[in-house]
């Protein structure tokens, strides 16, 4: 029996070969292939690429993370009333996540976001929680099962507390 293989999680390079990805979204796929290098570059989105550790390296996943905000009004009450009333709160926003077929079943998912769980907690700059808009309702199923909570008026766009995410790590905050 094989071992899976192991990722390391980078920033993606502007050389780095894609157009072997396949995950099964069209969208996402060519997202990766034609738009990403442009939204790096014009500082809208920064991609975050998991590779094999082997001699070859191969792509096996990738995520977005971005700036964003949370409206006040919409997050569950219970949230909504630890925080300070302004009308809207920061965030980071996991826009894309998507796994090479080959790579599906291993846990990269998860991996991925904890990774980037772990990019928004150690960030210099101030945010309240990762929000993710997942594309269908298996995706919000995903996310919740990480800890992901939903909008109550928008059950696909997701978000988790960095503080939860931080005591879960074990973490002090700050």
Do not use: W
């Amino acid at each position: 029996m094989t071992a899976p293989p192991s990722f390391r999680v980078h920033p993606l390079t502007a050389n780095l070969d894609r157009t072997t990805f396949c995950s099964g979204s069209a969208p996402l796929d060519r997202y990766l292939r034609e738009q990403i290098t442009q939204d790096v570059r014009r500082r809208v989105a920064a991609c975050f690429v998991a590779m094999t550790t082997e001699a070859t390296p191969r792509l096996a996943g990738y995520y977005t993370l971005a700036s964003a905000s949370l409206l006040l009004a919409d997050l569950p009450a219970s949230t909504a009333r630890k925080l300070p009333r302004y009308p809207s709160v920061p965030a980071v926003r996991m826009g894309r996540l998507a796994v090479d077929q080959a790579f599906k079943g291993q846990g990269l998912g998860s991996t991925l976001v904890a990774d980037a769980l772990d990019r928004a907690i150690r960030s210099e700059i101030a945010a309240h929680a990762l929000m993710v808009d997942a594309k269908d309702e298996v995706a919000a199923a995903f996310y919740r099962h990480q800890g992901f909570i939903a909008l109550p008026a928008s059950p696909l766009v997701l978000f988790l507390p960095l503080g939860t995410a931080t005591a879960a790590q074990g973490r002090s905050p700050g």
